[in-house]
């Protein structure tokens, strides 16, 4: 306990002096993987009542922010190599946007399987089961999202950190940082477990009212 007190002062005045070098190298503590696992679930929950109460934003977030993303990432190829091939010229930063903008677009789409329940969940298996192993299931779900959201959000957080202690820039241009990009993954893992969390208590609901759950809307039809 001494030692998880410890290592979050260090990080809390490190983020209280607003100083890249200083968060880095603070949050390098182990203390940051307690704190991430206490603060996931009232943030994720916040998100999801948030959501919720806004209607508008719970249907179109996810769909839009992917829509934008891959539509700059087709506009930016099919420009560059028309340029490219038929001008000879090409803007330097040209080949290295796409790539963190494709990271965005993969964890913001993530979130939206996870939301419509059409992403790898053996669907045709958990058919097959009883209501107390789905509902099992969905608890086991929810475990395991959490832990890896614990791990991918201290993982890039250190990487968004590192990477602003030491001015990395996007390759290619001059005013643009890499860690930009960065800080968008905790916050689509951030996304994502809310949208497991109200599957999760939306399961528990129907579970309890005795109405089909944890299946993709098309199982649930058979």
Not at 30 to 35: F, R
Not at 131 to 150: F, Q, T
Not at 179 to 207: G, H, K, S, T
Request: charged content about 15%; proline content about 4%.
């Amino acid at each position: 306990m001494q030692e998880f007190l410890t290592g979050f002062m260090a990080i809390w005045d490190a983020v209280l002096s607003g100083q890249s070098w200083a968060i880095s190298r603070a949050i390098r503590n182990p203390a940051l993987y307690w704190i991430i696992a206490m603060a996931l679930l009232p943030a994720a929950f916040l998100v999801m009542m948030a959501l919720r109460k806004a209607k508008l934003l719970d249907r179109y977030l996810e769909p839009t922010a992917m829509f934008f993303i891959y539509l700059t990432i087709a506009a930016i190829i099919f420009v560059e190599v028309i340029r490219r091939f038929v001008f000879n010229v090409q803007a330097p930063w040209s080949t290295t946007l796409p790539p963190y903008l494709f990271l965005l677009l993969t964890w913001i789409g993530c979130a939206y399987n996870v939301k419509l329940r059409t992403h790898l969940s053996f669907g045709e298996f958990r058919a097959m089961m009883p209501p107390k192993g789905r509902l099992a299931l969905s608890c086991l779900d929810a475990g395991l999202w959490y832990i890896m959201a614990v791990i991918v959000m201290v993982a890039t957080l250190r990487l968004t950190a590192n990477s602003a202690a030491n001015f990395q820039m996007l390759l290619g241009t001059d005013n643009v940082m890499r860690w930009w990009f960065y800080i968008c993954v905790p916050a689509a893992w951030l996304l994502l477990y809310a949208r497991v969390l109200e599957n999760l208590l939306q399961d528990i609901r129907n579970y309890r009212a005795g109405r089909e759950f944890g299946l993709t809307n098309e199982l649930a039809r058979e």
